[in-house]
Each structure stands twice: as C-alpha cells, then as structure tokens.
C-alpha cells in the first residue's frame, strides 16, 4: 500500500509524454554495456513511472583524444617548447567530435526505434547526442529497467544498474546517463556552528578597526584566530594582503553550485561589509548563469530550507573567493541538471549528472574563467568506471584551453565511518574509499589544514571533519607523479596493504587553511569546516597569480599539475603534521614533501608569483 502511494504521487507529478515518430522496430542482438552495483547507500523503493522523462546523454568514442591528452601535457610542461600556448575551443573540438562511422550507427539505432532527428541535440563537438524519452521508451532503447532509489539521507534517484546496447555499438558508445551512475556531488562542508555556540569573546581578528584598515606589517598573529579565519587572515597568511590585482576582467575566477545552493547576494553583502569593505559592492556585482534550471533565490530560506542549510556552500565559497581575490570577476555556475520530475518530498531528484551538465555548458563557452573552484565529489566507487573516465576526459579539454580546475578533496580521510569502508563490487571487502572526480589526474585536488604556525593537517573533533586523501581505483598514476609519489608509498613500509592502490592517481596536489571560516548565512555569522572552504580559498590566491601573470604579458597557469610537480611545488609551504583518518586507521600520514593529506601544502603568494613568472 505504501509503495502504491508513493507509485501514485510520482504519477501525479509527471505529465504525460506522446512519444513521436515510428512505433519501435525489431533490435539487432543486445549485449550488456556496463553494470554497476547499487551503493551502499542507496535501496530501491519502486519502480519507476514509464512516463517520466530522462534526459539521456551519448558518449560517442571520442577520435583523437590521446592526441588531445599530448597537446594537453606539452602546453602544461614548463620544460616544453608549447608551454602555455593552450588551445582554442575548435581545436579542442576538432580532437574530440567522433569519427563519422560512430555518428552514422548511433543515428541508425535511435532512428530504427522511433526517435526522429528533431529529437536530438549535440554538443559542439557531437560527442555527446542527447535527447529527452520517456522512461518506457529508453528501456526499450537500453534493454533495462529503471527503477526508483532512496538515499539514507532521503533523496531519490532514477537509475539502471544494468544497461545494455546492440553489439556493433559498443566499440563506438563510452557510457550513457543516467543509467548507472550514483554520484550525488555533495558539498564538501562538515560543520556548521553558529557563533553563540562558540563563546561571547570577539576575537580580536574581528574587531573592524583592524579590518578596515589593516597595516602593511600585520602578522599572522595579529590577523589570525583559529577559531574564526577570515579574509584578513588568509590574505596575511598566504601573503596576499598588499597585492593590488592589476588586471581585474582580463582574469576571471569561477565557482560551481549544484544541488539548488547559490550564492544569497545579501548574505555576502552583510559578510564583505565586515571582513572585507572595500570589496562590498562586489556582492552584487558577480555574474550567476543559470544551467539546465539551476536555482537562483535570493530571496530568504523558508523553514524546510534553513533546517537543510540551503546556501551554506554557495555563500561559503563566494564570500571566501571574493574577500581574498576582489576586484577580479567572479562568475559563479549555478547547475540544476534539469530533474525529470518536479521537486517534491517524496519525488526523485538529481536524475541528470551534475558534472556532466556543468562540464558540457562551459566547453560550448568561448571565454572562460582562468581557475574554477568546486567544492562537490563523492566516493569514486559511487560512479562507473566508464562515466568517471568520460568526465575527466571533459576536463582534460578544459585545461587544454587553459583553464585550471581545483576540486575539494574531501571531509572524511580515508573514508570515514568505518561501516562504509568496503568495496561497492559485490564482494564487500575492506578498502578505503577514493573521491571523485579528486582521482582524475586533469584536476588539481585540495587538502585542508587548520593553525598557523605551523600549519597542520585539519582536523575538527566536534564533527569528524578529516582533510581526504588517498588513491584512486580507477586511474593509473600519472607520470608527473612518478618521481614523486613512489617514496611516500615505499615510506609506509606496507601499513594498509590491500586497502588501497599505490599505483592509482594520488591526491591531494596542495591545501589550504579549511577549519573554522567565518560565514554569513541568513543573515547571521556562523562558522564552517571542510575542503569546501580550502578550495575556494587556494583558487582565490591562485587567482591572484593569473592576475600577475597576465599583467607581465605571460599565459595563465592553465592546468598547474605538470608545473607543480616538476617546479612549482618549490613554493609551497610543506605540512608535515597530521593524518587522514578515517575507516578505524589513522589513515596516511603528513610528512616532509608530498603526501596524501596535504599534498605539497599551502600557497605562499610572494614565492608562487615568482615562480610561476620565472616559468
């Protein structure tokens, strides 16, 4: 009775769609594509209504992309002759548009099932066909089922753990979604506490007449309060404070929201009248584009929406950027993904891939942000293989063009609760539990510390917040990081043999300060931790040296791994402290040079700068 309730309001708030052209014809032989096991924690509750609509997403195989992976890396390597001659958006989509067989047999499969050609839409490359269906309809295009899943945390999805295609296709489709993939790109924010729970007592960081009109000579001691970091503090401890950016429009910088989070105008107002005055005015100034419906309210939260915390992560990030980096632009790339259903309690969400959305706006964009900051990933085994490789290849194109792409690398170590920490396979063995996309070695991955002097791994015992690290189990390690990673592998002298990969991609590539940031939300200050705070905060003073790089007539820093593993890391302030606990071990330990907590540590703006001018 109860699933025929809730069969019965999805029912009710799907409208139903005539499926246009030829009744469906006879299929050539079907194979299975792909599978993937449910994850933990996701149950299925029903089946899904067969007049709901999905967005599907083809991934033909792209042509060239191993030449594109070439330009790629010869563009980012300081030592190579093309070192910052970055591509321009036809000659990315000249490497990746597929070759003309895959396009003439997928167009031949979708037409024999009665899709007509004004159906479809393409991405500028045409390796991506789209088209809306119904779900009874893509069933039959994917021999498979779709059903209806639930998250522990409440929130429905729409997906096919199994899918299936002709035989003759398989060679020339990558993946198609959603079918089978759980990622969720949830924030990477661990705590919220408002202010009256930590004490009466200002610190003195706050206090206006020092941020209004700080001195030249400000220490860290002076600007910076564990309990309370600020934009006063950043700038003091990464050496921004006295840095006019010269050419504020030529650089840009950029951050994603997705999951109905934007970025409450008011509040970042009310947060840069405080901590940072002169740059006041920007709050409404910043650009929001809307993707696939995202949502823009910038009216206040309701009740259901403050005890969800709506805008924590959006306000978070802008607030962070914008009082370190002002007055360089921000646009901020607001991702709704476009849910077949209408939102609802008891109605699935999230039916699109966010990332997907997001990636396939910005490649189709001809001017783009220099650095975009994302504060969202989830467990790598949450997403197939096939997706997981496609949307890094999306990002292999977006630093070809130039653009550098920092991800948070996570708020649970290892891979938190202990309960969790086993393989999504079937077998259930016990592992550590990679993020993604921080294993995509296109990405720049961000750790976080807390204190200042030293600064240390971070860690918060009031909620378990831990700085991720760790390996991933679905990409190789990159050869960057080849003269780097191996020591600290061998360096563990086995611990944790078999709960990781020692030849995956290994993260995080830096971090940032990512405890205790001060935040306006609804109006009123609360403190937050998470990679969510030390991702935007690396891509603010990051900016910061595009602005350098740019005024001095050089390219900007595109995709930093090659750079920052060869020369650049030289600049960075090493962490040795700490440990990326999670799954019941103490995780991977901090240590001298790289390590898979904090990667080769924090941002000091004066040395990075120099560095980066002297490529």
């Not at 220490?219 to 503090?233: E, I, W």
């Not at 700038?235 to 994603?256: A, D, I, M, Q």
């Not at 370190?324 to 891939?353: H, M, Q, V």
């Not at 792409?405 to 990679?434: H, I, M, Q, Y």
Request: aromatic share 10%; net charge neutral.
């Amino acid at each position: 009775m109860l699933f025929s309730t809730f069969q019965t309001l999805l029912t009710l708030f799907v409208g139903s769609v005539l499926v246009s052209g030829s009744p469906i014809r006879s299929r050539s032989s079907y194979a299975v594509k792909e599978s993937h096991h449910v994850p933990r924690k996701w149950s299925r509750v029903g089946e899904a209504p067969a007049n709901g609509i999905i967005h599907l997403e083809i991934a033909l195989k792209q042509s060239r992309f191993e030449e594109l992976e070439r330009h790629l890396y010869e563009v980012s390597d300081p030592d190579h002759e093309r070192y910052g001659n970055h591509l321009s958006a036809t000659e990315v989509e000249n490497l990746v548009k597929p070759n003309d067989d895959s396009l003439d047999l997928v167009h031949e499969w979708l037409f024999d099932n009665g899709v007509e050609e004004g159906q479809l839409s393409y991405s500028p490359a045409k390796d991506w066909v789209k088209i809306s269906l119904p779900i009874a309809q893509v069933e039959t295009l994917l021999d498979t089922k779709y059903s209806v899943y639930r998250h522990t945390d409440g929130t429905y999805v729409v997906r096919a753990p199994t899918w299936s295609l002709p035989t003759h296709l398989h060679s020339h489709v990558d993946t198609i979604q959603p079918t089978n993939s759980f990622f969720r790109g949830a924030p990477r924010k661990s705590n919220v506490m408002p202010i009256s729970e930590l004490g009466t007592d200002e610190p003195t960081n706050l206090r206006s007449a020092l941020v209004k009109d700080p001195p030249a000579d400000l220490s860290v001691a002076q600007a910076c309060n564990a309990s309370a970091v600020t934009p006063l503090c950043l700038r003091t401890l990464y050496g921004t404070l006295n840095y006019n950016p010269k050419v504020p429009g030529k650089n840009k910088v950029g951050l994603t929201n997705y999951l109905g989070e934007t970025n409450n105008r008011s509040d970042v107002s009310i947060f840069l009248q405080k901590y940072r005055p002169e740059a006041a005015k920007a709050a409404y100034q910043f650009k929001i584009e809307i993707i696939a419906n995202g949502d823009n309210q910038q009216t206040p939260n309701n009740a259901t929406q403050l005890d969800d915390g709506k805008d924590l992560e959006g306000n978070l990030d802008a607030e962070t950027i914008l009082g370190i980096s002002y007055p360089t632009p921000l646009i901020a790339y607001n991702t709704g993904g476009s849910p077949p259903f209408k939102p609802d309690l008891r109605t699935p969400t999230n039916t699109n891939e966010p990332y997907l959305v997001w990636v396939q706006y910005v490649l189709a964009k001809k001017d783009l942000p220099q650095i975009i900051s994302t504060s969202y990933g989830d467990d790598e085994q949450t997403v197939p293989a096939s997706y997981a490789r496609r949307v890094c290849n999306q990002f292999a194109q977006l630093g070809a063009r130039g653009v550098s792409l920092l991800f948070a690398s996570g708020d649970a170590g290892v891979g938190g609760d202990p309960e969790t920490c086993f393989t999504n396979d079937g077998k259930n063995r016990s592992t550590f539990l990679p993020s993604f996309p921080d294993g995509c070695p296109y990405v720049t991955s961000i750790g976080a510390t807390k204190n200042f002097n030293p600064e240390v791994a971070a860690f918060d015992p009031r909620n378990g917040f831990v700085s991720g690290g760790g390996f991933s189990n679905y990409f190789p390690r990159p050869a960057y990081q080849d003269g780097i990673v191996p020591p600290y592998v061998q360096s563990l002298n086995g611990a944790y043999k078999g709960l990781y990969n020692p030849q995956g991609r290994a993260y995080p590539d830096i971090a940032a300060q990512g405890q205790a940031f001060q935040t306006v939300w609804n109006g009123t200050d609360v403190r937050l931790d998470g990679t969510s705070a030390s991702t935007p905060a690396a891509s603010a003073v990051l900016t910061l040296v595009n602005d350098a790089l740019l005024a001095a007539g050089k390219k900007p820093l595109g995709f930093l791994n090659p750079w920052l593993y060869k020369k650049g890391y030289k600049a960075f302030t090493d962490i040795v402290s700490g440990n990326s606990m999670g799954c019941g071990t103490d995780g991977f330990p901090a240590v001298k040079g790289w390590d898979a907590v904090t990667g080769f540590g924090t941002p000091f703006f004066p040395k990075v700068k120099a560095a980066a001018l002297a490529r």
